[in-house]
Antibody, heavy 123, light 110 residues
């Protein structure tokens, strides 16, 4: 049973930083690409970033490029971690951030999602 | 402004069928398969359809998908009150691994 659990959200001032963590279990973690997707209040889903199965390749949305960093730790035994470092936060970064696993089929099929972690950027 | 275009809302009576459209361009839907997700407020999004037409494991076959050119459609038969949710289409864009979503469609079951 695949489980993804996000943590690390909270209230932060503009310009500050925050690190989100996604704890993944129930899967052969090192086989899969992982994504972060966010949803701002009253808005739709917005893709943020993805990381390859080995962590070497990373892609970012334009809104995240240069400010956010995705990383992963494949060294775990039962629980594996994906991170999203959020720097230079802006009010418009306020959102629920979801961690999602890409299917082994690839093609950006996100077959498992976490419940999300709320980030609020406020003066 | 989302890259993929969906109607903001659709509604239909319980037991009836509804379709939700998703329009894109040659660089996204025209070149890639489409996934559909169901999202209930406060919960994790759920994969419904992948590869444009395949029903995800555990999803009832009341849900269906199709694609033609630069558009895709999600169909839901035998509507139930539990189907009330936001529905999103998603695909890759630009030949890279960038992922794009539609703006979401709120389904109301009358």
């Amino acid at each position: 049973q695949v489980q993804l659990v996000e943590s690390g959200g909270g209230v932060v001032q503009p310009g500050r930083s925050l690190r989100l963590t996604c704890a993944a279990s129930g899967l052969t973690f090192s086989r899969y690409r992982m994504h972060w997707v966010r949803q701002a209040p009253g808005k739709g889903l917005e893709w943020v970033a993805l990381i390859s199965s080995d962590g070497d390749i990373k892609y970012y949305a334009d809104s995240a490029e240069g400010r956010f960093t995705i990383s992963r730790d494949n060294s775990g035994n039962v629980v594996y971690l994906v991170y999203l470092q959020l720097n230079s936060l802006r009010i418009e970064d306020t959102a629920v951030y979801y961690c999602a696993k890409e299917s082994g089929l690839g093609r950006a099929i996100l077959d498992y999602w976490g419940q999300g972690s709320l980030v609020t950027v406020s003066p | 402004q989302s890259v993929l275009t969906q109607p903001p809302s659709v509604s239909a009576a319980a037991g009836q069928k509804v379709t939700i459209s998703c329009s894109g361009t040659t660089s996204n839907i025209g070149s890639n398969s489409v996934s559909w997700y169901q999202h209930l407020p406060g919960s994790a999004p759920k994969l419904l359809i992948y590869d444009s037409v395949k029903v995800a494991p555990g999803i009832p076959d009341r849900f269906s998908g199709s694609k033609s050119g630069t558009s895709a459609t999600l169909g839901i038969n035998g509507l139930q009150t539990g189907d009330e949710a936001d529905y999103y289409c998603g695909t890759r864009d630009g030949g890279l691994s960038v992922v794009v979503f539609g703006g979401g469609t709120k389904l109301t079951v009358l």
